[in-house]
């Protein structure tokens, strides 16, 4: 499997954003079409949108997948009003919807949980509320969608930073995170790989591996 270093993916990120492509849609819709392949119509789905542009891809799932039939909640722990600016558009789009923002874990258990808490830009240990929202995440035992990497991984040593989410499934984008293919907690929480490129390539001066 190619896989890339975190600065490397940044640097495509930020060369398809200053040509004028919007990925955080198409993350989104990407994210959307994996889980309609796997829950049956109607099912139920939670989205679990963290503070950044990881969690608006998930926010951006959940509204398409809502528009498709399925019965989805989005967890937003964190102030909508701190978003940044593409991840506050998604989540003006999902309230446009009809949508609600739960601030904690519902009673019932989800057909399918979105984990869109953190994605390739995470350094430091999960603090003490996502560890614990993790944690009741993992003892759920429902299938798991990981967008980008399992919260909780650096992804580029694939270090656990404290216990992470263990995915059924991890749908990455643009490229496959290094920490997902060393072995180590990285691989193992993942579960199955995927990746969608959202139609952006790799600068050729930045190597794989």
Do not use: K
Request: a negative charge; proline letters at 7%; one cysteine or more.
């Amino acid at each position: 499997m190619t896989c890339h270093s975190v600065a490397q993916i940044r640097r495509a990120e930020q060369s398809a954003l200053a040509a004028g492509a919007s990925l955080m849609p198409l993350a989104g819709a990407a994210a959307a079409a994996f889980v309609a392949q796997r829950v049956r119509p109607g099912g139920t789905i939670l989205a679990v949108a963290g503070p950044g542009n990881n969690g608006g891809d998930a926010v951006v799932a959940a509204t398409r997948l809502r528009a498709l039939g399925y019965s989805v909640q989005v967890l937003l722990p964190s102030d909508p009003a701190s978003l940044p600016a593409d991840a506050a558009a998604a989540w003006a789009g999902w309230l446009a919807s009809g949508g609600q923002r739960l601030v904690t874990l519902p009673a019932e258990r989800p057909d399918l949980l979105i984990d869109g808490m953190f994605g390739i830009g995470l350094n430091r240990p999960l603090d003490a509320y996502w560890q614990a929202l993790v944690d009741t995440i993992n003892g759920w035992r429902v299938p798991v969608l990981a967008l980008d990497v399992p919260s909780g991984i650096d992804a580029d040593s694939g270090a656990a930073l404290g216990r992470p989410v263990l995915a059924t499934w991890t749908l990455s984008f643009i490229a496959t995170a290094r920490g997902l293919t060393r072995i180590g907690p990285g691989r193992e929480a993942a579960g199955e790989c995927h990746l969608d490129t959202l139609g952006v390539s790799m600068p050729p001066d930045d190597a794989a591996g």
